[in-house]
């Protein structure tokens, strides 16, 4: 392995906050002889080291104020750290800065020009790539004029197009999934994948483990600026849940499998069947589908709700619920048996995964999770997509 | 997707004055960019827009030779040509000064968002100023050709180094007040009024001779003038272009313009405040790498 695409090492930073900020020359004038008053230092990030190797996705997992995105802006050469050295190899760009340094006053063609010297891209490259850019933000008509006359959508579209075609050999990624409409951050979430799977480095940051999972090669938790572990992401998961929830631990509840597990209700198998014909995990399109779930419980349990999640072969979440969401709330469970979810789904020529889950109301303790059992929707002739909207075409005429 | 000649972006405090320097080699492009943005974005909506650059000193050249000329009869001869000389120098200087002390704070948005070295903001405007005085200098070209002005080409070479010594100068100023400015936000109000001083303290509007001569009455040395490092510059200048160092008044008496000296002796000047103008850059990027690192707090 050549050497990282990042380096971080014995990387601090502090941030000093002042009690009472002077920062006119009168202020300072008028307050010149008195003791300086106090300032209060705050450390974000205590002693980082991480390398990222070339092509790797690493995630930075913590809660506000963890430290993360420090992390990333300094990583990014946003901030400087107040010790350590960071070494990034290749051009950085970020998903958070989209149209950064936009001149309302400029039309979108000098913009896309500045913003993309900004981000370090060379200017012959941009002139090859600037069609494709203009293509990709449908702005084609729009292109001459300023930027202060765009829409806040057609703002952003541009952004993303100029950031995207950049073609960073590292990326930075700061919860912008969070951020935008669904469309949008779905075309993030895409992008994101092109990446990694042309090979190039990913930083990711979020405090949302589920997204952590699916993405991340690794996951460094960060807690406070310190960091707890860097691991795969189902042992740093764990870590930071365990950290999460780790207060409110209940008695005799143990931490296992990523989860606080009190082991209150477990959930032993699952197993899924078609209604149809031959009643196995091959489906026809609209066949309706039941899957058991099996729990064992010591004594009774209320406070318990039955989850349900369904991925595509794409790992696309398709369907989430839960017994309290859909309104069938389980008034209690005790000693053993199965739970029936009968689905009368709509799908589409797929491969899907089943993931069951046991959690409290609230959902902060975590019975128990299971994710497996696969079933297959085969036919359905060239229908295409998540969802199977089952159109019926009517028509009127002709007039 | 290793390429083995992949920059390297080196995030750590106290970096080095050549590191940082390389840094900005690295993104010149951008510096380029930013020029380019600055000087359109100045005259996007203005109709006569490049040729502002020029009006402001021809008129700039017509109030001082009203004032200075019909007003107080300097005596002067080919005053346009004089005032011309040191006064393009001066509006570069204070104009590329003023500009980028407000740089980093009026980017800040970018500042916070995107890694540049962040004397690229600063340099821009210091960049954009070259521009502006390479078009006002239109208005000298014209003003010799208009009055046939004879230039000494034995001094007019010396107007080279006078100009990249100024470049060095203009630009340690800029990056050094630029990032104090984020910290002491009236540091621009102030320097208004500084620069304004700095202007009538130098020799562009009046001779040399004058301050020379009231220093030597108070038994004082003529040289102290020098201690403002914009005297040489200016003065040089004005002895490459202007070329004249004294002239005979109506009455027959000699009168000094600039000082007498060869062109080895404003050579001499020039490379004093050329050392020192270097020496006050490297200072200045340092203390700017030293600030740097909170600016994005800070803004």
């Known amino acids: 392995m050549s050497t990282p695409a990042i380096e971080v090492r014995g990387v601090s930073k502090r941030f000093r906050i002042n009690q009472d900020r002077q920062s006119s020359l009168k202020e300072r004038l008028v307050h010149l002889g008195r003791p300086k008053r106090g300032y209060k230092d705050f450390w974000a990030l205590q002693d980082i080291d991480l390398d990222v190797k070339d092509g790797e996705t690493v995630g930075l997992l913590g809660h506000n104020g963890s430290g993360k995105s420090t992390l990333l802006k300094c990583v990014g050469g946003i901030l400087t750290p107040t010790t350590g050295e960071i070494r990034v190899r290749g051009r950085v760009a970020s998903l958070l800065e989209l149209g950064a340094g936009f001149h309302p ?51 952003i579209r541009l952004g993303f197009a100029v950031a995207i075609n950049v073609e960073p050999d590292v990326l930075l990624v700061d919860e912008v999934l969070a951020v935008g409409d669904e469309a949008f951050q779905q075309k993030c979430l895409a992008r994101v994948r092109d990446f990694q799977r042309e090979g190039r480095t990913i930083m990711f940051v979020s405090h949302a483990a589920d997204l952590m999972r699916r993405i991340c090669d ?17 042992t740093a998961i764990l870590t930071f849940r365990e950290h999460l929830l780790g207060d409110r631990l209940p008695e005799g509840a ?18 899924i069947r078609g209604t149809g014909d031959h009643g196995g995990t091959h489906l026809k399109p609209d066949e309706p589908l039941r899957i058991h779930v099996r729990y064992e419980t010591d ?64 959902v902060l303790t975590e019975y128990d999770y299971l994710r497996g059992p696969r079933f297959q929707v085969v036919g359905g002739g060239g229908v295409v997509g998540i969802a199977n909207l089952r159109p019926k075409i009517t028509r009127a005429g002709p007039d | ?56 000193p021809a008129m700039y050249l017509a109030v001082f030779y009203v004032v200075f000329e019909v007003i107080l009869g300097s005596g002067i001869p080919y005053f346009v040509i004089y005032l011309l000389s040191g006064l ?74 006078a100009l990249a010594v100024l470049l060095v100068l ?27 001083a700095w202007f009538w303290l130098t020799p562009i509007v009046y001779p040399w001779q004058l301050p020379a001569d009231q220093l030597g009455a108070r038994g004082m040395s003529s040289s102290l003038t020098f201690l403002n490092p914009m005297v040489s510059i200016v003065t040089t200048l004005q002895r490459g272009v202007y070329g004249t160092a004294s002239y005979l008044d109506p009455a027959g008496t000699r009168v000094w313009v600039l000082p007498d000296g060869s062109s080895l002796w404003y050579l001499r000047n020039l490379a004093i405040v ?4 270097c020496a006050l850059f490297v200072l200045a990027v340092r203390v700017f790498g030293r600030l740097e690192s909170n600016f994005a707090e800070e803004l």
């Open chain 1, 105 to 155: 006053d400029l039309t979108g063609r000098e913009n896309v020009f500045l913003n993309a010297s900004i981000l370090g891209l060379p200017r012959r490259d941009i002139e090859k790539r600037f069609d494709e850019i203009v293509a990709f933000a449908e702005l084609e008509a729009f292109i001459d004029e300023q930027v202060k006359h765009y829409s806040s959508g057609m703002y």
């Open chain 1, 254 to 271: 143990v931490l296992e499998h990523g989860h606080v597990v009190t082991k209150d209700v477990r959930l032993s198998d699952v197993q």
């Open chain 2, 274 to 277: 050329g050392a020192f103008a």
């Open chain 2, 88 to 161: 393009l120098a001066w509006n570069f200087f204070n104009g590329s000064v003023t500009g980028a002390t407000g740089s980093v704070v009026g980017n800040g948005s970018l500042v916070n968002k995107v890694y540049f070295p962040r004397e690229i903001l600063p340099l821009s405007t210091v960049g954009a100023g070259v521009v502006h005085f390479l078009l006002q200098n239109l208005v000298l070209l014209a003003a010799l050709v208009v009055f046939r002005y004879g230039v000494d080409l034995d001094y007019l070479w010396l107007a080279l180094p």
């Open chain 2, 1 to 56: 997707m290793t390429s083995p000649d992949r920059p390297t972006l080196v995030v750590a405090p106290n970096r080095s004055f050549l590191e940082r320097m390389r840094a900005v080699w690295q993104y010149r492009e951008l510096l380029v960019g930013l020029v380019r943005k600055e000087l359109k974005v100045k005259y996007k909506d203005s109709s006569l827009g490049f040729l502002w650059s020029m009006l402001n």
């Open chain 1, 218 to 234: 690794r996951i460094m938790v960060l807690e406070r600026g310190v960091p707890l572990t860097t691991a795969d992401p189902e």
């Open chain 1, 299 to 362: 004594g009774p349990v209320e406070d318990v709700a039955i989850a349900l999640a369904i991925y595509d072969a794409q790992d696309v979440l398709v369907y989430s619920c839960n017994s309290d969401v859909i309104g069938q709330p389980i008034e209690r469970l005790e000693g053993s048996g199965w739970l029936t979810f009968q689905l009368d789904p709509v799908l589409v020529d797929n491969t899907y995964t089943v993931a069951v889950g046991a959690h409290s109301h609230d």
């Open chain 2, 170 to 196: 203009t630009a340690a100023l800029g990056i050094l007040f630029a990032a104090l400015n984020v910290y002491l936000r009236d540091l621009q109000h102030l320097l208004e009024l500084a620069m304004l």
